[in-house]
């Protein structure tokens, strides 16, 4: 009789012990849940133009690397955005239309040399940022890490969330028409330098104002003005 209470405490002891780490799993599990989404809400308030998103982890295990999958890539879109910035923002871009600038680029060679090698590079970011904005990239984001697809379903659920998505909420279609845009303003430029370095005789740099001896050429120099400021 004694034996046989044993082999039943035995068996409580067990189911007890089962129960309490399934129940341990399932709240740590919870927590983690709960510390990861915390954490990717925080993510989609900052500033893409200006912040960093590789902040510290704040979970563990398999949690961890869902929440490095998702700061990693935030991170190189925010790269990729903030390099476009720069690059568009540059002071020597900003001024090749400058008084200073025109009148001193002899044959506006070295204008002209800027402007083809800023286009390219912005256009090399931007091939980097349409493939990142794409959700077909988001997803094959997280397949090689080879995670079950409990933790799968959570990458998803969190990248593809209405705020997330608001980061991404430029479509390949508004990148493209965006990249159109600002590619026609490095066109325009280059045609400015080429109509002033063809028409020499037409036009001289006096008091600080680029000055045109014909309504045409002064109209035909403000056409390409309005193309930049589009």
Known sequence: MKSKKKIGLIVFSTL???IAITGYLTFGNAYE?????????????LDLTKDRYDTEYVTTG???IVEKAIKDYLQEYATNVQNINSLISDDKFTSLLSYQNLSTDSSFANSILFVNDTMNEFNL?????????SQDNIRNNIAKFKLDDYYVDMYYKLMFD???QRIFNISTNNLESYRENINNKFKACNEIFFFLNVNTDKYAFEDGELH?????MMNQYNSY???IKA
């Open 16 to 18: 007890l012990f089962a």
């Open 33 to 45: 849940n709960y510390l990861l989404t915390r954490e990717v809400n925080k993510l989609t308030e």
């Open 62 to 64: 398999q949690f961890k």
């Open 125 to 133: 970011e931007m091939d980097k940022l349409v493939k990142l904005a």
């Open 162 to 164: 209405d705020n997330m």
């Open 212 to 216: 045109f001896y014909s309504d045409s």
């Open 225 to 227: 003005i309005k193309k």
